[in-house]
């Protein structure tokens, strides 16, 4: 059979210009010679969604001086040195290993505000808890610069 020519569907009735090879209303066959389509459509199967995050190493940490028991907010470069209590005066020795260290902060790359951390969770994928954001924490590294 040569070509559709045009005309009415014979499944749905819609007018269809010539050379169609499927209605564009209901889909069916409009030149009875060729052959339904061999190729199967696979199922859609969404993909599963990837979870971006940022990494984010800690800029600093949180230390108790000895002597007035405040808390000391100290950038990661001064950590392995000694340095002087800014209430107090007195000597703060930070001369131990990072890892001794128990909590500390960094600054969210989304929303940039500053985040106090818990290092047990080093490795870990959180949420920044002022925009929700995704950040991978990485270990203090001293003598980094803030």
């Not at 199967?40 to 600093?60: S, T």
Request: charged share 25%; hydrophobic share 35%; net charge positive.
């Amino acid at each position: 059979m040569p070509a559709w020519p045009g005309g009415a569907c014979p499944e749905c009735g819609e007018d269809m210009p010539a050379r169609m090879v499927r209605c564009r209303n209901c889909r069916a066959m409009l030149n009875t010679d060729l052959d339904c389509d061999t190729v199967e459509i696979p199922a859609f199967v969404p993909l599963k969604e990837i979870k971006e995050h940022a990494e984010v190493a800690a800029r600093g940490i949180y230390h108790e001086c000895e002597s007035c028991h405040r808390e000391l907010r100290v950038n990661g470069r001064y950590v392995g040195t000694k340095i002087a209590c800014k209430l107090c005066g007195a000597k703060v020795d930070l001369r131990k290993p990072p890892s001794e260290f128990r909590v500390g902060y960094v600054h969210c790359p989304h929303c940039e505000k500053t985040l106090r951390i818990n290092f047990k969770y080093v490795g870990q994928v959180v949420a920044c808890r002022f925009c929700e954001q995704k950040i991978e924490l990485l270990p203090l590294m001293p003598g980094q610069n803030d």
